[in-house]
């Protein structure tokens, strides 16, 4: 059911190869899970900035990055104590300003020494870092590239130029609501307004003029984590979700530290049918693939597109997973030799064959260094170091000797089946859980009297769990049991009892 071609070797410049490369050798490696990863690569003596920390689900990615020897220096708006005993040294600087904070990294090379690598695995700051890359002749994707990519409608219209089939796109401007008055919470009822009834058919016209028909997926076209992202039935739904995001926007520019105009761009995309959705997680040089993994997605939670985990490797057909890496390859080819990065694709099987959702220029989120790391010993924290630490030849050759599959993952998010915000009353883990010859990571990003904001409040969900095992049986086996051993419960906040 499966070819035997190990992905791990793929031939840089090879798209053929990277077409036929499926999942790795079925008859895997027996080796321990301990063992699982590939010893980490030395960098003593070298520095890297790290541009922004992310969450305290990143604490994992920058371990690994100091367990090579690197001195990690972190840029940030301030300092983060889930990352002091990682950090060798800070840059505190706020990181809306991007000349301060530019200015801010040379003054640092002034004082201490040059850096050796730039690197960054958040969303909002992959930019800066390249900029700062740039101004000090390092390694780097260039912003410019990186700019259009993060830019979803750009990226989409680019991909369509160059005859890469994606999703057809509206953009629509907040203006569309400027004279829609909510009062109530998650701007319920705008749409029945007297001004909410006509953006409502003003929108219905736009969508009836570029030959769509509803239902539709409203998102940003600067944004990441599902935020602001959902499926729309009808103009009056999109009426409201513009309300909310223009309702929200000070708050969203001060929380993320985006330019206004960025999250106030927002579009209309054709909601795809078909197959199942992907995830490609690949380390990227000079626009060619040296190392790929599908991560089939389990049906998301809509109308908010909640992400409830997939598996590793996919269930899909070999023909499916040979198109949508020759996908992943023509999507590079738009930008030429441009990236070098561990990237993020996700794309979708449609009727008429796959599509591209997004191209993340960045370490996946949430489970996916998990993922990677116990299923193929792929450490994305160590690659990542590798692109702007090493020569390409020694990026190539670093991932030749890979030993193929070495477990089948299973992951599932932790989404609650709750509305609106939630306080957590009560989360207990089962301290078997970690022993459990099945587990391989968590991580919960809330605890017990903490405030959730699940949608439509927010796009929160409580965290995320994978499991492994010998088949792809076992390891969903594995999952159940171990969510069995996770209990929860939200209650209302005090506030609105």
Not at 81 to 104: L, T
Not at 353 to 366: H, S, Y
Not at 464 to 485: D, Y
Request: charged residues 25%; aromatic residues 6%; proline residues 5%.
């Amino acid at each position: 059911r499966r070819c035997t071609c190990n992905p791990l070797r793929m031939q840089s410049g090879d798209a053929e190869r990277i077409g036929s490369c499926l999942m790795g050798d079925m008859g895997h490696s027996r080796e321990s899970f301990s063992s699982a990863a590939s010893a980490a690569p030395s960098f003593h003596g070298k520095k890297v900035l790290l541009v922004c920390t992310g969450s305290s689900g990143r604490v994992p990615l920058m371990e690994a990055m100091v367990e090579t020897g690197v001195k990690l220096v972190v840029l940030d708006s301030e300092r983060k104590a889930f990352a002091e005993h990682v950090a060798s040294d800070w840059i505190v600087c706020p990181m809306s300003d991007r000349d301060a904070c530019i200015a801010a990294a040379h003054d640092y090379v002034k004082k201490n020494g040059a850096f050796d690598g730039v690197l960054s695995y958040d969303d909002f700051e992959i930019t800066l870092a390249a900029e700062i890359a740039a101004s000090m002749d390092l390694p780097h994707t260039p912003a410019k590239t990186i700019c259009s990519i993060r830019n979803k409608y750009e990226f989409r219209q680019r991909c369509r130029a160059a005859g890469v089939p994606s999703p057809r796109v509206i953009r629509l401007p907040l203006s569309l609501v400027s004279k829609v008055t909510c009062t109530s919470e998650y701007c319920e009822g705008c749409e029945g307004t007297a001004a909410g009834v006509v953006a409502a058919a003003v929108i219905d016209s736009l969508v009836t003029q570029a030959g769509l028909s509803y239902p539709m997926v409203l998102k940003p076209s600067f944004g990441a984590g599902k935020i602001n992202t959902r499926r729309v039935d009808r103009g009056s739904e999109v009426v409201r979700s513009l309300c909310n995001i223009r309702d929200g926007l000070d708050a969203f520019v001060k929380r993320w530290g985006v330019p206004r105009e960025e999250a106030a761009d927002v579009f209309l995309e054709e909601y795809l049918m078909g197959g199942p959705e992907v995830d490609v997680d690949c380390v990227v040089m000079k626009g060619r693939v040296l190392f790929a993994s599908i991560n089939q997605n389990r049906d998301c939670k809509e109308p908010f597109f909640l992400e409830c985990g997939g598996m590793v490797p996919p269930e899909i057909s070999e023909e499916s997973q040979a198109a949508f890496y020759k996908l992943l390859q023509d999507v590079l080819d738009v930008y030429g030799e441009d990236i070098s990065s561990v990237c993020h694709f996700e794309a979708k099987m449609t009727h008429a064959g796959p599509a591209p959702i997004e191209l993340n220029l960045r370490i996946g989120g949430a489970e996916t260094p998990t993922m990677m790391r116990t299923a193929y010993g792929v450490n994305f924290a160590h690659e990542a170091l590798r692109l702007v630490l090493s020569s390409p030849a020694d990026c190539f050759a670093a991932l030749q000797h890979r030993t193929g599959l070495l477990a089948h993952c299973s992951s599932t998010n932790i989404v609650p089946d709750w509305e609106g915000e939630g306080v957590i009353e009560s989360l207990v883990v089962d301290p078997r859980l970690r022993t459990d010859p099945a587990f391989a990571g968590i991580h919960l990003y809330f605890k017990q009297g903490d405030l959730m904001r699940c949608p439509p409040a927010g796009s929160a969900y409580m965290g995320w769990l994978v499991a492994k095992g010998e088949t792809h049986e076992a390891a969903e086996a594995g999952l159940v049991r171990l969510m069995s051993m996770i209990q929860y419960k939200l209650v209302l906040p005090p506030a609105k009892i």
